[in-house]
């Protein structure tokens, strides 16, 4: 978020802070004061991901193989240019952060509600002012840079600070990304992926020095200026009334100002006025709201100091407390060689949550393309949690306590009817015929480990009496009968349409290049396509927790989306099997397509008849889902037991309950009508989600 109001007084209203300059320019500089030395640039992704995502199509669950390429093209312009980039990643949400994150992902819930509205009356695409960017691509980006050959970094704490740190401690010519608190932190220049023209490589470079002038500060004024105005760590609110006061004393001293700049102008000429010491940050902290933590501007401050930095609004040591905090963490995982493992991995973004999991046990999911007036589609966090709670089992197995039972994982998930005020506690679970040790998925080696990652990896999506037939075909094409084998037992709607148009896309995939996807036009936009494209995409996620879990038993780019799915070609397909298209005609009248899509569908229609599950036709001739009342989405899985929904506490106790799905048909005159929930109880040890 950085500096609440920050941007715009740099941009409109501080001259000199915001300097047009050339990339280029900068980096020959950089190599004149430091001959020998190849220019870095240290790339926040996070805050570059929407720009750089400029295919046109972003609601069918994503343009892979197009974006893939924007990133070769944007990596190509700098490597011209003689710049070495280096790309940051969040990889943890700090406990202090938390409630922001959680009011960003609600607020994201709102925006994502208006798409599928749009979607269902006008059957097109919104413009680009209603914008949201593709489910899992901040995913599936770090692992698309390191295709690429980029140096990919994923952050052990906020990814903000550890950019900062970086560009500062290995003389770095600057930092790209969209972010004010790189204008907080003393570290290298700051530069704007907003206002990057990449074809010439010009920008703008906002300065720190200009920006103090103008306020009549020190640089180490410019974290106590962030706190006041509002940050993550302490939100805006809390300084309300505070401001004001400065305003109103500012004002009426000072004319011209417009209400915005007079609050940062205010709040800088009381910054000013006072004893830069700790003691005045005491006085300070006496006026924030009764109840408030007292050490929140402490905090505040002390999260924008960089290895080896010291505040004048800090005692001398006060850092070095907050760093020795840090470093007191237990993690839950025991084995301190496997650990230190996940760590490398995690840190050269070649795994995803998995570090986070066996050292916190707490990890996230943001928010998905789903439409939360569809009834019939569960959310892709429910779907997916039996194959986490297995993979959660293998990444905890040392951490098990005597009786042999498991830390639960707090999950912070994004779906329709959660809150987000607390996490979901979810219970790990045993593979079925027991679970294999890291040591032996990670350490060993030879014929018999392959065979065990390959069983573990199945297991996890309760597909390992299939091994054979699974191993038996095209690494990309395994994943996605894998992956379409678990959704289709996990979810009772799915249809024979639905199984069409998810095969004919892979298969048709194969030799298209990203121009030949670009060019595809869509008749119209089905929204619970959309959804079931977002969904796809989500399980390629959770497919590679649990390759990376079970020691790579598939290539890493197997399971890549440019490698097994194109969200345009998708709805293209979904929408010619839903209208009674031909196989020929779907398969583009490729009789090698054919074959193999025969024997795919075989394949699934068998396993899944072995259990029960008959996969039935039922064609969608209309664009749109009808609701209907009194069923949620528990209850449209193939056994809503498989899946329970989320656990809240009830006020005034401390017992965890739990909600259980209604049984179709099942209805309460004391219920409201929608996501229906039976009777309240404790559940029995061992049973947690």
């Not at 996940?342 to 840190?347: P, Q």
């Amino acid at each position: 978020m950085g500096v609440k109001g920050l941007y715009s007084f740099v941009t409109n209203d501080c001259p000199g802070a915001c300097t047009a300059v050339n990339l280029k320019v900068v980096a020959e500089k950089h190599r004149s004061k430091y001959p020998g030395s190849t220019p870095v640039l240290v790339v926040d992704a996070m805050g570059c991901i929407r720009k750089w995502y400029t295919a046109e199509s972003w609601v069918c669950g994503g343009q892979w193989r197009e974006y893939l390429s924007e990133l070769d093209g944007f990596i190509n312009t700098f490597t011209a240019a003689g710049i070495k980039l280096v790309f940051y990643f969040d990889g943890v949400v700090e406990q202090k952060k938390r409630s922001e994150w959680v009011v960003r992902r609600l607020n994201n819930n709102k925006e994502i509600a208006k798409i599928f509205r749009f979607i269902k009356t006008y059957k097109r695409q919104p413009g680009r002012e209603m914008f949201f960017i593709p489910s899992g691509l901040a995913t599936f980006t770090r692992f698309g840079l390191k295709t690429l050959g980029q140096e990919t970094i994923c952050s052990l704490r906020e990814g903000d600070y550890e950019v900062a740190s970086y560009a500062l401690h290995n003389n770095c010519m600057g930092i790209l990304g969209e972010d004010t608190d790189y204008l907080i932190f003393d570290t290298a220049p700051y530069f704007s992926i907003k206002e990057l023209h990449l074809h010439r490589l010009d920008t703008v470079m906002f300065s720190r020095q200009n920006l103090c002038s103008r306020l009549g500060l020190y640089p180490t004024d410019l974290p106590l200026l962030a706190c006041i105005l509002g940050t993550d760590i302490v939100p805006a609110k809390v300084m309300e009334r505070f401001r004001n006061q400065c305003v109103a004393s500012y004002c009426a001293k000072s004319q011209g100002s417009n209400e915005k700049s007079s609050v940062i102008l205010a709040v800088a000429n009381y910054i000013s006025s006072i004893s830069r010491s700790y003691g005045s940050l005491i006085a300070l902290a006496e006026k924030l709201p009764l109840g408030s933590d007292k050490s929140l501007l402490c905090n505040g401050i002390e999260s924008y100091l960089l290895p080896g930095q010291q505040s004048p609004w800090l005692p001398c040591d006060f850092s070095h407390r907050s760093a020795a905090s840090v470093e007191q963490e237990v993690p839950l995982c025991l084995d301190q060689e496997i650990l230190q493992l996940a760590k490398e991995k995690h840190v050269r973004a070649e795994s995803h949550t998995t570090y986070n999991v066996m050292c916190s046990g707490e990890i996230e999911c943001s928010n998905t393309l789903e439409d939360e007036d569809d009834t019939e589609l569960p959310g892709q966090a429910l779907i997916f949690l039996p194959a986490r709670r297995h993979i959660y089992s293998l990444l905890l197995e040392s951490a098990k306590d005597v009786n042999g039972t498991y830390p639960v994982v707090k999950e912070w998930f994004v779906y329709a009817g959660n809150s987000l005020k607390q996490p979901d506690l979810v219970q790990p679970k045993e593979l079925p015929g027991g679970t294999p040790s890291l040591r032996s998925l990670w350490l060993s080696s030879g014929p018999e480990t392959e065979k065990l990652r390959h069983w573990t990896f199945l297991a996890c999506f309760q597909l390992q009496e299939i091994a054979e037939e699974i191993q038996a075909l095209e690494g990309s094409v395994a994943v996605v009968c894998c992956l379409l084998l678990y959704l289709f037992l996990q979810v009772d709607s799915l249809s024979l349409e639905d199984l069409n148009a998810f095969l004919a896309q892979t298969l048709c995939l194969e030799g298209k290049s990203a121009a030949q996807l670009a060019r595809l036009q869509l008749a119209q936009v089905d929204s619970r396509g959309v959804q079931l494209g977002s969904l796809f995409i989500r399980g390629l996620g959770v497919m590679i927790k649990a390759n990376n879990t079970c020691g790579l038993p598939f290539k890493a780019d197997d399971i890549m989306p440019w490698s097994v799915f194109d969200g345009k070609l998708f709805h293209t397909k979904y929408l010619q099997a839903h209208r009674g298209c031909s196989l020929h005609d779907l398969l583009e009248d490729n009789e090698s397509w054919l074959a193999k899509f025969q024997d795919l569908m075989s394949l699934i229609c068998r396993t899944c008849s072995a259990r029960g599950r008959i996969i039935q036709s039922r064609k969608r001739l209309d664009s749109f889902v009808t609701e209907r009342r009194g069923r949620g989405r528990g209850t449209h899985f193939r056994n809503p037991n498989r899946i329970p929904s989320r656990p809240y506490r009830d006020q005034g106790s401390d017992c965890l309950w739990w909600r259980n799905p209604q049984p179709p048909g099942h209805s309460s005159e004391s219920q409201p009508p929608g996501r229906g929930y039976g009777p309240r109880h404790q559940p029995p040890r061992g049973q947690r989600l």
